[in-house]
């Protein structure tokens, strides 16, 4: 085994240190400029978010003639879901909402979804350089959950938010659709906040295997902004309108 030095490249990841400022950084830029040429968008418009708000998709979007089939089959739908869904687990939770709203139709991709996809890429062409930055912070562990209550428009589910910090950089995010139907924002949030919390768990169990966070051994606070999902965390009354949750 021959040591060669310091990383520099990880699986298209570039890492740069700052050692005067105790800084890392993370960034994919090459990789999103491969990507860009790839879909043949590296001369396109710069986006200013991942997804606009008005954007609304559903499966009523899909082909419905024969030359609406035949265009979008001669459109690598799923390879751009692909190559975008390796940015967002490395090193662009920004982009997570966005990806997980549009990969759901790939087996059935219209010209609606293919424009939030290249909606997606053209955010990426100007934001190809955002790096994921650590150093400066606490080393404490701690999480935001969020939910938007029944954005589905096919099945009126709602989806879930997370994201973890440490020593100032974002260690873990996640954006999906639920799995259940949630009836109020109460709800929603609450199943949001569970799922955060069950990787806190995980992470905080990893973290003590490492021994390096001083903080580890003590609990993960994950916030959270709905008042009612909060004081059901907190106090798990029996409720009519909870009773379906099991603790």
């Known amino acids: 085994?021959?040591?060669?030095?310091?990383?520099?490249?990880?699986?298209?990841?570039?890492?740069?240190?700052?050692?005067?400022?105790?800084?890392?950084?993370?960034?994919?830029?090459?990789?999103?400029?491969?990507v860009l040429k790839r879909f043949r968008m590296e001369h396109s418009k710069r986006g200013a978010l991942p997804m606009r708000h008005e954007i609304k998709l559903s499966k009523k979007q899909s082909p419905k003639?024969?030359?609406?089939?035949?265009?979008?089959?001669?459109?690598?739908?799923?390879?751009?879901?692909?190559?975008?869904?390796?940015?967002?687990?490395?090193?662009?939770p920004d982009v997570a909402y966005a990806l997980s709203v549009t990969s759901k139709y790939q087996a059935c991709a219209g010209e609606a979804h293919w424009s939030a996809i290249k909606n997606i890429l053209k955010y990426l062409r100007r934001t190809k350089d955002t790096s994921l930055i650590y150093g400066g912070g606490e080393l404490i562990l701690e999480g935001y959950s969020d939910a938007s209550f029944q954005s589905d428009d096919d099945d009126a589910k709602s989806l879930s938010g997370f994201v973890f910090k440490l020593n100032g950089g974002v260690v873990a995010w996640k954006s999906s659709k639920q799995d259940t139907t949630a009836d109020s924002t109460t709800e929603a949030e609450?199943?949001?906040?569970s799922e955060a919390a069950k990787d806190a768990v995980w992470m905080k169990n990893y973290?003590?295997?490492?021994?390096?966070?001083?903080?580890?051994?003590?609990?993960?606070?994950?916030?959270?902004?709905?008042?009612?999902?909060?004081?059901q965390a907190k106090e798990p009354r029996s409720h009519h309108r909870s009773k379906h949750i099991l603790r």
């Open 190 to 193: 609450y199943i949001a906040a």
């Open 65 to 92: 003639t024969d030359e609406e089939l035949k265009r979008m089959s001669d459109i690598t739908y799923a390879s751009a879901v692909g190559s975008i869904q390796y940015v967002v687990q490395c090193t662009r």
């Open 1 to 34: 085994m021959k040591d060669m030095g310091e990383a520099s490249y990880i699986l298209g990841i570039k890492i740069y240190r700052d050692r005067s400022k105790r800084m890392l950084g993370l960034t994919q830029s090459s990789y999103i400029e491969k």
């Open 207 to 231: 973290i003590q295997e490492l021994g390096v966070v001083p903080s580890s051994a003590e609990p993960v606070v994950i916030f959270c902004d709905n008042n009612g999902a909060i004081a």
